[in-house]
Nanobody, 119 residues
Framework: QVQLVESGGGLVQAGGSLRLSCVAS????????MGWYRQAPGKQRELVAV???????NYADSVKGRFTISRDNAKNTVYLQMNSLKPEDTFVYYC?????????????WGQGTQVTVSS
């Protein structure tokens, strides 16, 4: 079993910053990618940022230059530093973990953390 616990969401004014954290625990032997996605009610979940085991990153165009993803492999933790937040960044943010297994990649999701940016 693998568990993901997110923290760091909340309410912030436009222009402010938040730092999300996601800690993975359980049967974790080989981590592929870790990442953050976000979702609005009734909408599809969308990529925010991902980071590979080697540290390469990929960002959605809407957050480039404002958000930074990082990971601590020793702690199985991924972070999302969000700066210059805008009201349109208001979503539920989900942590995603991809593990390498003998049966192929296994995907796990966190429970989500609400980020609300007021204007």
């Amino acid at each position: 079993q693998v568990q993901l616990v997110e923290s760091g969401g909340g309410l912030v004014q436009a222009g402010g910053s938040l730092r999300l954290s996601c800690v993975a625990s359980g049967s974790i032997f080989s981590v592929n990618t870790m990442g953050w996605y976000r979702q609005a009610p009734g909408k599809q979940r969308e990529l925010v940022a991902v980071i590979s085991s080697s540290g390469s990153t990929n960002y959605a165009d809407s957050v480039k230059g404002r958000f930074t993803i990082s990971r601590d492999n020793a702690k199985n933790t991924v972070y999302l530093q969000m700066n210059s937040l805008k009201p349109e960044d208001t979503f539920v943010y989900y942590c995603r973990l991809v593990l390498n297994t003998v049966r192929g990649p296994s995907i796990y999701w966190g429970q989500g953390t609400q980020v609300t940016v007021s204007s």
